[in-house]
């Protein structure tokens, strides 16, 4: 679940490349996976022990990590594989599609758990064997801890967005098990058996905000939004440092997966020849590339003062 935004690298040059990059993506939806399925052993094995409804809900919850986790390998995967004849901007739209999986699976399940919960304020299930369960998920924060602190490793070096979105489900686990441990201290206690279905509640609505949050995420980038902000401004600055440049517009970013493009149009003298401007745009395509590792970029150049229309797609474009 989410605890917070998408990770993103923090220096887009940052990032690995090639084949380590790749490795390191599949080793983290694999680690993701081993992961969940040991959690849900563990919560499986305390829930039919002491019938705990917040314990249930922390259950549901890596159950649905474990088949998010396993979309997230099938679909890395495939966004690995190569550009072909039948998808020449490559299969970066696989990430945000799980994603979307993703946010489908978490909002079934948080509905499903807030009913039982509410079932439970009207007839309540004493919590048995508290100790074992705290135990149980004590163990579950310490390794749902390590895997987000790994998964955080492997988003700053790769970007990658399905991790991003599979890290969301962990870190939020985190704030849950914390929550769940609080709910079967309280609600084995004489008098508190609500605290287990208002912890039920409480986590079941965390799970079905973040899942919208996760479905907008994957959304913007399966509509190709534009890149942050940030990196819109760091492209043109990278652009205009070059001492021929006179001006950048039409500026245009999307992202597919770990792909991004780039397109953009720069306006220099209108009396340079094909080949001097033809070298500025190289020159800005390297620097630009630079710090965007792997970024396809598109550059069409303007002569300064000749007007020229282009047709944007939809509206007209700054």
Same mark, same amino acid.
């Given at each position: ?5 998408l990770?993103?690298?923090e220096n887009?040059?940052?990032l ?8 390191l993506? &599949?080793?983290?939806?694999?680690a993701?996976m ?7 052993v563990?919560?499986?094995?305390v ?5 705990s409804?917040?314990?249930?809900s922390?259950?549901a /919850?890596?159950a649905?990590d ?6 997230t390998?099938l679909? %890395? ?5 190569? *550009?072909d004849? @039948?998808?020449?901007?490559g299969h970066?739209k696989?990430?945000p599609l ?5 946010a489908?699976f %978490?909002a079934g #399940? ?5 009913v039982?919960?509410?079932a ?10 508290? !100790?074992?369960?705290?135990?149980v998920m004590? %163990?579950a !924060? ?5 895997l ?9 070096k !790769?970007g990658?967005v399905?991790?991003?979105? /599979? ?5 939020g @686990?985190l704030l849950?098990?914390l929550?769940?441990?609080a709910a079967?201290?309280? #609600?084995?206690r004489?008098?508190l058996?609500?605290? @287990?279905p208002?912890?039920g509640?409480?986590i079941s ?6 899942a919208?949050?996760? *479905?907008?995420?994957a959304?913007?980038?399966l509509m $190709?939004?534009?890149?942050? $902000?940030?990196d &819109? ?5 990278i652009?205009?440092?070059h001492?021929e ?6 500026? &245009? !970013?999307?992202? #597919?997966g770990?792909?991004?493009f780039?397109q953009?149009?720069l306006v220099v003298?209108?009396h340079?020849?094909?080949v ?6 190289d @020159?800005?395509?390297r620097a630009?590339?630079s710090?965007?590792p792997g970024? $396809?970029?598109?550059?069409?150049q ?5 007007v ?7 509206a007209?474009l700054?």
């Open positions: 679940m989410n605890g917070g935004a990770v993103r690298p887009p040059s940052s690995m490349s090639g084949p380590s990059r790749e490795r993506m &599949r080793v983290a939806t694999i993701a081993v992961s969940a399925a040991i959690l849900v563990a919560k499986a094995s829930y039919f022990d002491n019938k409804v917040a314990v249930l922390s259950l /919850d890596s649905l474990l088949v998010a986790s396993g979309v390998f679909a %890395v995967r495939y966004a690995l594989t190569p *550009a004849e @039948d998808h020449r901007f970066g696989a990430e799980s994603g979307l999986g993703q489908a %978490v #399940s948080a509905v499903l758990i807030m039982e919960a509410i439970r304020f009207h007839s309540p299930v004493p919590v048995q064997d508290g !100790t074992s369960g705290i135990a004590a %163990v !924060t310490v390794v749902t801890l390590a987000v602190m790994f998964q955080r490793y492997v988003i700053k !790769t990658s399905a991790i991003s979105a /599979d890290s969301l489900h962990y870190t @686990d849950m098990n929550g769940v441990i079967l201290f309280l #609600s084995a004489p008098g058996a609500w605290v @287990d208002m912890f509640v409480g609505s965390f799970m079905l905000i973040n919208m949050r996760i *479905a907008f995420q959304v913007g980038s $190709d939004k534009e890149l942050p $902000d940030a &819109r401004e760091n492209i043109i600055a652009a205009r440092q001492p440049v006179i001006h950048v517009h039409e500026l &245009r !970013t999307r992202s #597919s770990l792909q991004k780039i953009m149009h003298g209108q340079l020849t094909l001097k401007a033809h070298a500025i745009s @020159d800005v395509e630009v590339a710090a965007f970024a $396809d970029i598109i550059i069409h303007d002569p300064e003062g000749i020229e229309f282009h047709q944007p797609v939809g007209a700054p």
